[in-house]
């Protein structure tokens, strides 16, 4: 993956978030059956969809494929977080018969990614620390993770391990935290996640954050510090995608934003945003 994403940054493509449903002030943009969500996306004129999978136990790679092979769509990413959200697992829980279910899960996530030629993010369904032992929670997380990564690396999936902030996670917060938890267990085929809302919260500055991952960063979402869409306040998405281009970003920018003025209406006006300024 870090190979394939060589060269000066040219070559990043647009995403946007869509799922058959989601809450109504979810960062998902495009809602509803995924024939009506493919075409929607390939008009507007994004590269690709990101997709956030209700229960992945009952989700159908194979029709998605078509689907956005048809409407020369790609997936950029296949989000797990509804593991945790809906499905109450994460891979931190002191049942091991909930954390071996939320392993499955993931297990379930890469084998689609393979069949869609996508990634897996992997955030919440890490699970909370809490008052738990820290060291001992962080070992297990990675236990289960160095599975997954090994399961990657077989079907040629990479794993992006988003940093997430503190209000919603208390584990793998910034950037730096996140490449030194990927160095120290060696995983192959796991990379970072970067999105500019957590950004705005953890980072002292995006741009040194980017660059710090460097070759490590694969994926990242963007949306303004409000997290409206890009372009609506005040965040500097100059300097982002000025770091980005220096380290020779060539992987998706997925706009995961609130849906507002409405989820169609801020998927149109961030990729007008971002191709006039960013992206081309």
């Known amino acids: 993956m870090a190979d394939e994403r060589g060269g000066e940054g040219k070559g990043m493509k647009l995403a946007v978030t869509a799922a058959p449903d989601a809450g109504p002030m979810a960062p998902i943009l495009l809602r509803g ?28 790679a194979d029709n998605l494929f078509h689907l956005c092979k048809a409407a020369g769509i790609a997936v950029s990413a296949l ?16 049942d091991p018969a909930i954390a071996a279910k939320a392993a499955e899960g993931l297990e379930l996530f890469v084998d689609a990614a393979a069949k869609l030629e996508c990634g897996v993010i992997v955030g919440w369904v890490r699970g909370r620390i809490g008052s738990r032992d820290r060291e001992a929670i962080m070992a297990k997380q990675a236990a289960a993770l160095r599975e997954i990564d090994a399961r990657g690396r077989e079907r040629n999936v990479p794993i992006y391990l988003e940093a997430i902030n503190r209000y919603e996670a208390d584990s793998l917060t910034t950037a730096g935290e996140t490449v030194d938890f990927i160095r120290k267990n060696g995983f192959a085929s796991t990379y970072v996640h970067l999105d500019t809302f957590h950004m705005n919260i953890e980072e002292f500055s995006p741009a040194k954050a980017i660059r710090q991952c460097g070759p490590l960063l694969a994926y990242m979402h963007v949306a303004e ?56």
């Open 33 to 60: 059956e995924f024939a009506g969500i493919v075409s929607e996306a390939a008009g507007i004129g994004y590269d690709a969809i990101e997709i956030h999978v209700p229960d992945i136990w009952e989700f159908d």
């Open 79 to 94: 989000v797990s977080g509804q593991l945790f959200v809906r499905k109450g697992l994460s891979l931190s829980d002191d």
């Open 225 to 280: 510090n409000t997290r409206y869409y890009p372009g609506h306040d005040r965040l500097d998405f100059g300097e982002v995608f000025a770091a980005l281009r220096e380290i020779g970003y060539n992987g998706f920018v997925s706009v995961e934003c609130l849906p507002l003025p409405g989820g169609s209406e801020a998927a149109r006006r961030a990729r007008e945003f971002l191709t006039c300024r960013h992206v081309c």
